[in-house]
């Protein structure tokens, strides 16, 4: 029997594509080994996996992509474990450019690609589709996910799973992975922590509004903001500000480790792509990585960290434009 190790992305897509996952491969989520990660911090840990991970591991990934910074190294750890003998399943509906595509096939990675559907219906696409859960499921993340909120628990699961952070936030996510992969997709517990979770989501409106700064670069405006913790989403977050700024581009970060951008016009991900990142169009993110006399001033003085941190971004997109986005679309399998 198979040790199953699940890697996937922190947000619901990436919850859901474990679940699923779990749910087509007869895997007990209680016993799987199972990784939240954002797509930055996947060659650290697949490092670590390439330690030990031989003969008899099936490792899924899901819902994370990769970028030219981070090809080569994932391609590395994947074919130690390839060669000992794991398999890993790798699906997504990121953008993916051809050559890392190849990249991994070489590789030994069993890849599946696919852009016309979210991260959980790769999973189920390619694994043979399911039972009624699995397309309820897959239909209420993809309704979230892409945007499109027409499934009446896309709203509720796409809050509550950001509902922790930390290690707290690990247990949560995990505890959501496991009940939706038994079939359990709504319960009083579950009510509980949307309301908590609306109540916080209010106020972080409010305050986020008072903290954003719109400038204009190169003819594009641009909304910064550097959040503090909790709710909302950060694309919940992102779209409230464009509907009240009028922005072409949203950029928040947290930390000043990464940024997520958003935008529902230009392609964000060319910007993204200048950062070290990637993502969708629509949609995307990339590290920032600030230096150790950036931290410790902004450690003593939080608004020079910002002002670093937008000018990053600024310089992004001046070099990728603001480009109008494409509709997407389109998939392929890879084995």
């Known amino acids: 029997m198979a040790e199953h190790v699940i890697v996937t992305h922190t947000d619901l897509d990436g919850v859901a594509a474990g679940a699923v996952y779990c749910r087509l491969r007869g895997c007990d989520p209680a016993e799987a080994r199972i990784f939240f990660v954002e797509p930055d911090a996947l060659p650290s840990l697949m490092k670590d996996l390439a330690r030990w991970a031989g003969q008899g591991v099936e490792i899924s990934i899901s819902d994370l992509g990769v970028n030219s910074d981070t090809v080569d190294k994932i391609a590395r750890h994947a074919s130690t474990m390839a060669r000992r003998g794991a ?94 992969a038994r079939g359990i997709l709504w319960s009083d517990q579950l009510q509980e922590a949307l309301e908590d979770y609306v109540d916080r989501e209010l106020e ?18 641009v909304a910064f903001l550097a959040r503090h913790r909790g709710p909302p989403n950060n694309s919940l977050l992102a779209s409230y500000i464009l509907s009240k700024t009028g922005a072409d581009v949203v950029a928040i970060t947290r930390g000043f480790r990464s940024v997520s951008l958003r935008s529902r016009r230009v392609d964000v991900r060319r910007i993204a792509v200048e950062l070290g990142g990637g993502g969708h169009p629509a949609a995307a993110g990339a590290p920032l990585r600030p230096g150790l006399l950036h931290r410790v001033l902004g450690f003593l003085v939080p608004a020079v960290l910002e002002r670093w941190a937008e000018r990053r971004v600024a310089e992004a997109i001046r070099r990728a434009g603001c480009t109008p986005r494409a509709a997407g679309g389109g998939g392929w399998r890879v084995m």
């Open 204 to 221: 972080g409106y409010n305050n986020a509004l008072s903290h954003v700064r719109v400038l204009d670069v190169d003819g594009c405006r």
């Open 87 to 180: 398999r890993i399943l790798w699906f997504d509906h990121h953008v993916w450019e051809e050559e890392w595509v190849e990249r991994l096939r070489s590789a030994g990675v069993e890849l599946y690609v696919d852009r016309s559907t979210c991260g959980a219906g790769v999973v189920a696409k390619y694994l043979g589709g399911g039972d009624e859960l699995v397309e309820e499921l897959v239909a209420a993340t993809c309704a979230a996910d892409l945007w499109r909120w027409d499934h009446p628990l896309a709203g509720k699961l796409f809050r509550i799973v950001g509902r922790y952070r930390g290690g707290r936030g690990y247990r949560w996510k995990r505890s959501l992975l496991e009940q939706m």
